[in-house]
């Protein structure tokens, strides 16, 4: 089953410290593509950085930088210098490319709130 | 440039009533998304438009929920005789395409969605 898992409902980071969001993954399919989003509270709906399963290197995007642990499965965000702006909900996704589907299957999010 | 549309982006119904959600997807995105965000949860699929085909429609909750889109263009979701758990918030999403020789996808952008409340 196409699965993914972030085990962290909240998260408390101080200010310009740097904080990681878990994410494990199922997937059968050797071909995928693993995204985080970042949801303010208004609701929106932000990208934020994106690992295929054949890239070498682990993405990195600014401040946002993604641990991309193949072999056990795991996509985890760094968010280094950690912003008041930055607390929001944060969404793992992914997308497997070896079947006819479009869609990106989401876990149910991690909350991070920044403290000043 | 412009993004994601979506309207209305409040949407208060009566028990039983149809509703009608449009979305404009950014110019030149061959592909389009639709997904349901409950209270508290994370996104869950729809359907995706490819061009104006639907090729996977498994995510449609049941029969009272259908989606067209028009070419490359404009969609939207229709719900007939909604019911109260048909609340949440309706994202649409667009992207390039779905696949390239590197298996990458394009990263979809989402409009700010329709906030849907069944009385």
């Known amino acids: 089953a196409q699965k993914i898992t972030q085990t962290q409902p909240g998260m408390f980071v101080q200010e310009k410290e740097a904080v990681t969001l878990d994410c494990t993954y199922d997937?059968?399919?050797?071909?995928?593509?693993l995204f985080w989003y970042k949801q303010p509270s208004s609701g929106e709906m932000i990208f934020l950085i994106y690992q295929g399963s054949y890239d070498q290197q682990n993405a990195t995007e600014g401040r946002y930088s993604l641990n991309f642990q193949k072999a056990r499965k795991s996509a985890n965000l760094v968010i280094s210098a950690s912003q008041l702006g930055d607390s929001a909900m944060y969404f793992c996704a992914m997308m497997n490319y070896g079947g006819s589907q479009g869609n990106l299957i989401f876990g149910k999010g991690t909350k991070l709130s920044v403290k000043p | 440039g412009a993004g994601v549309s979506q309207s209305p982006s409040n949407k208060v119904t009566e028990k039983g009533k149809d509703v009608e959600l449009r979305c404009d997807p950014i110019s030149g995105h061959t592909a389009l998304y639709w997904y349901r965000q409950r209270l508290g949860q994370g996104l869950e699929f729809l359907i995706y438009f490819q061009g104006n085909s639907a090729p996977d429609k498994s995510g449609l909750p049941s029969d009272r929920f259908s989606a067209e889109r028009t070419g490359e263009s404009v969609s939207t979701l229709t719900i007939q005789r909604t019911q109260q758990e048909d609340s949440a918030v309706y994202l649409c999403?667009?992207?390039?395409?779905?696949?390239?020789?590197?298996?990458?996808?394009?990263?979809?952008?989402f409009g700010d969605g329709t906030r849907l409340s069944i009385l």
């Open positions: 997937t059968s399919d050797p071909s995928y593509g």
């Open positions: 999403a667009s992207s390039l395409h779905i696949r390239s020789n590197r298996g990458i996808d394009q990263p979809q952008h």
